[in-house]
């Protein structure tokens, strides 16, 4: 089962615990900064889709699991908002719209595809979709940084309450480095307490993801038809530091005009 498809599997659970709001100011500027759709894609359960519908974005999101849009479309039906849900491969990216002023993909989510030839493909197909000086933006780990938390030992992510009935969820995790260290296995176990601590349930989630290096993305993104308009190392804009930054925030345009432009 793929990372995507596997998160079927918590979509209930991953609002309780994927709460992180650093990044939403950032993508709300860039979207304010833009006249025309926005497409975010991997977008999951809406932790940026639905700020950006707040902020009354005409949004197109994009996700392979099935449950969690339905839990994205449950969210905007509740706020009275709307967005165009798509359940896509994004490796294989083909919608009516080709002509996106600015696309977006949060969250580290790119290295969830683990097949370089994968993110090639989803490279050259976002590339397909984004208007002419229009803006994608990816995010991605640092893998200098990342790789110091990837030691084998089982930690406690977070202890939260549930949002969907009384008790709570402790979420562990043990990550390992595989193939050379370029993939990432992080399981997660979900435990699930009643309100008087006696456990409920127990879930595993296996995730796999894939660290790319700075010059390897750089160069599948320049293959794809995408030059580097700027690479920030966090969500204040600072330059990325490879010693020191936690993420990689690659903000991309065509390097030439769509054909027939």
């Known amino acids: 089962m793929t ?12 609002d309780d615990y994927v709460t992180a709001t650093a990044d939403i100011p950032f993508f709300l500027e860039e979207a304010r900064n833009v006249s025309g759709p926005v497409l975010e ?18 949004l197109t999101c994009v996700d392979l699991s099935g449950p969690m849009l339905a839990r994205l479309r449950t969210k905007l039906a509740a706020k009275g908002l709307s967005a165009v849900t798509c359940e896509m491969d994004v490796a294989r990216l083909d919608l009516p719209e080709r002509a996106y002023p600015l696309i977006l993909l949060p969250f580290q989510s790119f290295a969830e595809l683990r097949d ?25 780990h640092n893998p200098r940084v990342r790789r110091r938390t990837i030691d084998g030992q089982l930690r406690l992510l977070g202890a939260v ?22 993939i990432v296995r992080a399981g997660q ?6 309100q008087d601590g006696r456990m409920e349930e127990k879930r595993w989630l296996d995730v796999r993801f894939r660290l790319v290096e700075p010059s390897e993305f750089r160069a599948m993104a320049e293959a794809a038809g995408f030059r ?19 993420f990689m925030i690659w903000m991309l345009e065509r390097a030439t005009p769509r054909a027939g432009s």
């Open 189 to 194: 176990i979900y435990e699930l307490y009643d």
């Open 228 to 246: 580097v308009a700027a690479l920030y190392g966090d969500y204040d804009r600072t330059p990325f530091d490879e010693e020191q930054s936690p």
């Open 3 to 14: 990372t995507t498809g596997a998160q079927a599997w918590v979509a209930d659970l991953y």
């Open 116 to 140: 370089p030839e994968d993110q090639r493909s989803a490279l050259e197909r976002i590339s397909a979709h984004l208007a002419d000086g229009g803006r994608f933006i990816c995010t991605l």
């Open 161 to 182: 309450p549930l949002s969907r009935r009384a008790g709570s969820l402790l979420l562990w995790s043990v990550q390992q480095a595989e193939a050379g260290g370029a």
């Open 41 to 58: 894609l991997m977008a999951g359960t809406g932790r940026i889709s639905l700020p950006l519908a707040e902020a009354g974005g005409d």
